[in-house]
């Protein structure tokens, strides 16, 4: 049996391979096509479960009309044809529905109201499904995997559907619960999202410039936000406004209340927030890590979140509920809510998380733990000690206390064995709840962790260190003694050491006790459907490196290019002249009277009586300027222009609304004299544009420009750099960027014999480089576009680039450029990769423009390699004169 979130991937795949087909709403798949870079396929921004997620989103949304779930698996496993099959993927058991005598309709009112019932057969997880009245969909996700950004990812693009189709069933205000107490870290978080890297220029422009950002502040009775507006996004927790007076602080209700009356304050601040909610039409509600309480408290905190969106259902339309979790389980009962689900070994496979396997290690200490932490010291600095990420930062280790007794028991075994490894006691860092035991200077060096030059690598924790720490350099975590209370226990004991960084190759380690191996492994199957097992045997099969630029000023490459533009023909642009159109434009209303008589003519007995007459109605209007904007804005024209014209036909008047298309199709008519021109002109195309890179501070202080790529892991052999070619000229003509990131083994060839004939010639090359990787246009202008056999435009990147130092005295750039592209014997006749294939035709458009300056080859190998006679034409380039 499959699970929902698997036959929902099947038609997510589907719909993926068919251009994400959406009649009524094509701007869709502009936006998801948008993710992919469009030669490479290589992903823009989003992470590949990010990516999975807002596809599975939108095919819910707009494929499948945002059904109940309830709905949704009545559609998947027809009841009519397989009710078992329904009930089986339901999780409901066959003794339940032999208690209803197999009635179909009696088994789901039990399940909503029948509190033994449920208990009886363990359907709690499945009553939260059956009982909403409004879809509700979980994207689980494993820690790592950015579920906050995913947030903000399907945000922005609901906004941008919005304004592309203001009368659609989209969403135009967002409420976000933040996890716990990090509302102004969610805040920032979704703030600083790159969204023009989600959402097309064109649209990104209309959002970035209509999205408002606020959140719900302690002392404020109100969240600032105007009642029926649109594109708010509203980030709070549920302490700050589900319905329980309780939980509103007195700090929250200032001075404007009567002592006495308390508790009345209590109710209006709370109403007083929800109302301003309520207020907000279209409304989405995202529940950021709702479930991250594990165990047996998750019914409470769902129900802390779905009473107050039920208040919200209620007042205004919400048109769905977004859960984001990593654990979509609840007493090993699987959510049914899960519509796209990606664990904890998926993450590891990937390479969002740090490998794990076979990096458990369950220690029988027999309670002296002195023994066991000394252990721990040793052994972590003994794999660890010298291991650093890219950016410099030290290997971490965190050691979990269940008190802070147990911390000072052992902490001085831990500084006595950091002095016999070589190291010092000011390497540990100790953070608590206990003010005695942690300073503020202490807490100021824990946030700034991540810092490459903090000094500490062995952190001390109580009550900390545990949800929302995000510290890339930890590499191992170790529990020194059994924990009493476990909820944290999986978050402390694994995942806080599993999140990678691009260019790491190390494991990461977790160091507990036998009694703490269990309990893991239980807590593991209990919140994320896994086991240790699973975790051991979950290899990275993808991996992530990080490119770094070399070469930050290449010289671009000039070419000749026609550009097409559209113009006004000649004559066209004249001033707007518009007419009145007539008054029955938009039609009549007539009144006829009719009595009934026998008519001897025909079969009617309804006779009309006296004459046809006009009735007087009044008709719908809209004033100038409201008439003006939608004109003006239908058809890009200046505001004014159309304005002062409707003021000179209507004066002061309203302006039928009749009247509106009779204005816009004489607007048309007088507009569109366009025309395609075509010119040839001299484009500069950047080979790097660091836009596209993020920029860091190595330790050194130095500015370094980097990127993240992400390969499967069969593939590394593949990633190459200056050293696998000998250094020298490689690294002096070409390489602006390593590791190159190849896509076979003749490209590899390639390059390697093009070095070969340069070391003689390298007098004669300016830069010989691999281009064929680097296809985001952010980061290169050095692309092709052609038409695919649909129309649509897509970008080619040739392999290398060969170019000639100018003539003396010319300009760096301006020399010959030799373009190459390899490719395997069996692409020769492919229609698009082929000897004459849309791509190759595109490259000798420019060729036949630039017959001085530019020439192009395609190499088909059979083998490996490239054979030498092949490279006849690129020795020839090379050693020919300069001109």
Known sequence: MTHLHQQIAARVDAWRAEGYPCSDYPALAEILE??????????????RPQLRALETYWYLRLVEKTPHIFDLYCKLYPPDENI???????????????????????????????????????????????TLAYPSYILALAMGAGKTILIGAIIATEFAMAQEYPDGPLVQNALVFAPGKTIIESLRELAE???????????????????????????????????????NV?????????????????????????????????????????????????????????????????????????????????????????????????????????????????????????????????????????AYVAHVIEDFFRDYGHHRLPNGAPAKLAVYFPQTDDLKELKPIIDRTLVKVGHGPALCLVNTSDDSLTKQADIDAFNRLNDPSAPHRVILLVNKGTEGWNCPSLFACALARTLRTSNNFVLQAATRCLRQVPGNDRKARVYLSTDNFNILDRQLQETYGETIADLNHAGQESKRARIVLRKLNLPPLVVTQTIRTVVKKAGAGKPLRLERPRDDAGGALTKTVFTVAEQEATFSVLRQLGDTVAVAAVPETADAYAAAVGLAARYRLDLWSVHGELKRLYGAAEIPVSHVEGIARQIEAQTRDYEVKEERVDVAL???????????????????????????????????????????????????????????????????????ELGESRDSIEGAYFTGALTDPNKTDFFVEYKDDKGKWRRYTPDFIIRKKPAKGGKPGTGKVFIVEIKREHDRAHPVDGRDGLKARAVRKWEKLNPDRLKYQMIFTATETVPGEKMTAVRKFINEEAT
């Open 234 to 370: 509203v980030v709070t927790n549920t302490e700050k406004i589900r319905i329980q007076k309780e939980t509103i602080r007195k700090a929250d209700l200032g001075t404007l209340f009567d002592p006495t009356r308390e508790d009345e304050a209590r109710t209006e601040v709370a109403n007083l927030r929800l109302q301003a909610l309520a207020g907000l039409p279209h409304l989405a509600v995202f529940s950021d890590e709702a479930h991250h309480t594990y165990g047996q408290s998750l019914d409470t905190e769902l129900k802390k979140v779905r009473k107050t969106v039920d208040y919200l259902a209620a007042r205004t339309n919400v048109i769905c509920v977004v859960n984001t979790t990593g654990t979509p389980y609840f007493r090993r009962q699987p959510l049914k809510d899960v519509v796209i689900w990606y664990g904890l070994s998926q993450g590891i496979k990937d390479s969002i998380l740090k490998d794990l396997a076979g990096n458990i290690q369950a220690y029988d200490f027999s309670g002296d733990a002195k």
């Open 84 to 130: 078992g099959g329904l009930l089986e993927a339901l999780g409901i058991p066959d003794a339940a529905f032999k208690a209803t005598n197999f009635k179909a309709d009696t088994l789901w009112k039990r399940i909503k109201s029948d509190d033994a019932f449920v208990r009886d057969f363990k359907l709690e997880a499945l009553r939260e499904t059956l």
């Open 686 to 756: 950047a080979l790097v544009r660091t836009i596209g890179f993020e920029k860091e501070v190595n330790a050194s202080g130095a500015e370094v420009y980097t990127a993240e790529i992400v390969f499967p892991k069969d593939r590394e052999k593949y990633l190459k750099f200056i050293t696998d070619f000998g250094g020298g000229v490689a690294g002096d003509v070409s390489f602006h960027y390593e590791p190159y990131n190849f896509d076979s083994s003749p490209e590899i060839d390639f390059l390697d014999k093009l070095l070969a």
């Open 34 to 47: 948008w993710a992919r870079e469009t030669e490479s396929g290589n992903l823009r921004f989003l992470r």
């Open 193 to 231: 999202v790159p969204y023009d890297r989600i959402l097309p220029p064109r649209l990104h422009k209309g959002f970035a410039a209509s999205v408002k950002l606020t959140f719900t502040r302690d002392g404020e009775k109100n969240i600032p936000v105007i009642r029926d507006s649109s594109f």
